[in-house]
């Protein structure tokens, strides 16, 4: 079973530094992990305006209508480094030392 070593703060630079576009096989294997659990506080972006707002929420487990948070965002880089960190924090237990 695939576990994210909170060590790699490699992969983490990689993300922030280019979230969209291809990806080298340690970080794609991090971002599938994180993206495939299904866990009670999953979080996930909601576009809320076209190409200009995004707002942080909350998918309940099983699927459903996602839980809308006060936290938005006017770029779509920042929320994704966001909920990436979240996600690196609920798998490891640790936060992630990189702003």
Known sequence: MFKIDPSRFDVAREFKAKP??????????????????QTPDFHVLVMTEPGKRWVLAHMPTGGGVPKLTNRTFDKLEDAEWHVFK????????QDLPID
């Open 20 to 37: 969209f576009g291809e990806h080298s096989p340690e970080l794609q294997y991090v971002l599938n992990y994180m993206r495939s659990r």
């Open 86 to 93: 979240l996600r690196w924090k609920d798998i490891t237990g």
